[in-house]
T-cell receptor, first 113, second 115 residues
Framework: DQQVKQNSPSLSVQEGRISILNCDYT??????FLWYKKYPAEGPTFLIS?????DKNEDGRFTVFLNKSAKHLSLHIVPSQPGDSAVYFC????????????FGAGTILRVKS | NAGVMQNPRHLVRRRGQEARLRCSPM?????VYWYRQLPEEGLKFMVY????????ESGMPKERFSAEFPKEGPSILRIQQVVRGDSAAYFC?????????????FGPGTRLLVL
C-alpha cells in the first residue's frame, strides 16, 4: 500500500530550464511534506518542506507547491543545473506520528548541459 | 561539525549470521531513526529511538530485528540469522527534537549484502 507515489521514475531536463517533480499521496492525515535529494552512495539530503497550512514554500531555486484537495505536491527547480542531477524523494508525515517519514520511490533527475 | 556517521559502509554476511549496524547521530541530537531501502524502492521507516528508549518500532519486522540507543555510544540495529531478503541499504537519521519541523539528517547508509 503505497501512501506516497512518485509516478515518474525519471526526468531529463536541459540546463537552465525548469524541472518539475511530482508526488501524489493517498493518506488525508498527512500534514507535513518534505523533499530530499540523494546522490549515489550517499544518504538523502533535506531540500525543502511544507506544512499543510501553506500551499507554497520557496527557498532559492527550489519551490514546493501543495494542492491539498488533489493530494498532490510538486517541486520546481529553476534554473536547473547539472549538479541537480540526483534522485529526488518526496516524503510525508502524519499528525500524531511524530517524525516518522513515509517516502515515495523517488524520481531520477538528469540535467543535461 | 561531523554529520551522522554510520559504520560499516558495506557489510557482507552469509545466511544465518548476525549483522550489526552502528549509527552515531549528529552532535546535540538525541533522536535516531532507522530506515531501510530495498532496490528500486523508497526508504521505509523501521524504528524511532531516543536515548535508552524505543519510541516507535512499527516498521520493524517482529522477528530477528532489534534496535537500541544506549545512554553512551552509538545506536545499533541488529539483525539475527540474516536471510537474502535482508539485503538492502540501511539508513540512519537523527534530529534534535521530535517535532515535525525538526529536520532529519541522514547518514551515508550501510549496504548489507547477504550471500
Amino acid at each position: 500500500d503505497q501512501q506516497v507515489k512518485q509516478n515518474s521514475p525519471s526526468l531529463s531536463v536541459q540546463e537552465g530550464r525548469i524541472s518539475i517533480l511530482n508526488c501524489d499521496y493517498t493518506n488525508s492525515m498527512f500534514d507535513y511534506f518534505l523533499w530530499y535529494k540523494k546522490y549515489p552512495a550517499e544518504g538523502p539530503t533535506f531540500l525543502i518542506s511544507i506544512s499543510s497550512i501553506k500551499d507554497k514554500n520557496e527557498d532559492g531555486r527550489f519551490t514546493v507547491f501543495l494542492n491539498k484537495s488533489a493530494k498532490h505536491l510538486s517541486l520546481h527547480i529553476v534554473p536547473s543545473q547539472p549538479g541537480d542531477s540526483a534522485v529526488y524523494f518526496c516524503a510525508a508525515s502524519e499528525i500524531g506520528y511524530g517524525n516518522k517519514l513515509v517516502f515515495g520511490a523517488g524520481t531520477i533527475l538528469r540535467v543535461k548541459s | 561539525n561531523a554529520g551522522v556517521m554510520q559504520n560499516p559502509r558495506h557489510l557482507v554476511r552469509r545466511r544465518g549470521q548476525e549483522a550489526r549496524l552502528r549509527c552515531s547521530p549528529m552532535k546535540g541530537h538525541s533522536h535516531v531513526y532507522w530506515y531501510r531501502q530495498l532496490p528500486e524502492e523508497g526508504l521505509k521507516f523501521m524504528v524511532y529511538l531516543q536515548k535508552e528508549n524505543i519510541i516507535d518500532e512499527s516498521g520493524m519486522p517482529k522477528e530477528r530485528f532489534s534496535a537500541e540507543f544506549p545512554k553512551e555510544g552509538p545506536s545499533i540495529l541488529r539483525i539475527q540469522q540474516v536471510v537474502r531478503g535482508d539485503s538492502a541499504a540501511y539508513f540512519c537519521a537523527s534530529s534534535r527534537d521530535w517535532d515535525r519541523g525538526e529536520t532529519q539528517y541522514f547518514g551515508p547508509g550501510t549496504r548489507l549484502l547477504v550471500l
